[in-house]
């Protein structure tokens, strides 16, 4: 019950800080990060209201707390590997979502996978911290 808790917790901080960053970028850019961390429109035949895809993005994130907490208090001695294999996975993910995707995002290339990959780190540091603080 630690972990879920822990997990709410953490993985609603990070989620939300990763969703405004994403979604202060695209606002000043043209690079649409906040639509692909939203997007799951490879996942279903329908479109679904943006508060959904905020729930579904804050339930993954909370998800991935979850484990990291998990791992934090039973596996120390991995957490800093988990954290940096996490972070390797979030950041392919950018490649991936964008093949996935069935709509067009403009995402700029390369400039969009090291500004996405720069967001998803400072998560993980956020997600560090907030663990090392016994959230």
């Known amino acids: 019950m630690k972990y879920l808790h822990s997990g709410i917790i953490a993985g609603s901080i990070t989620g939300m800080f990763l969703f405004i960053v994403c979604a202060f970028v695209e606002y000043l850019t043209p690079v649409e990060l906040m639509t692909l961390l939203l997007n799951v429109d490879f996942l279903t035949e329908r479109d679904l209201h943006t508060i959904t895809e905020i729930i579904?993005?804050?339930?993954?994130?909370?998800?991935?707390?979850?484990?990291?907490?998990?791992?934090?208090?039973?596996?120390?001695g991995i957490y800093i590997p988990a954290l940096i294999f996490s972070w390797i996975v979030t950041s392919?993910?950018?490649?991936?979502?964008?093949?996935?995707?069935v709509m067009t995002i403009v995402l700029h290339g390369f400039t969009g996978f090291i500004v996405w990959t720069c967001i998803h780190l400072v998560y993980f540091i956020l997600m560090f911290i907030l663990h090392k603080k016994g959230i």
């Open 56 to 76: 579904l993005h804050l339930a993954v994130s909370i998800m991935i707390a979850v484990l990291l907490k998990f791992i934090f208090d039973k596996f120390s």
């Open 92 to 101: 392919i993910m950018f490649y991936l979502l964008e093949y996935l995707s």
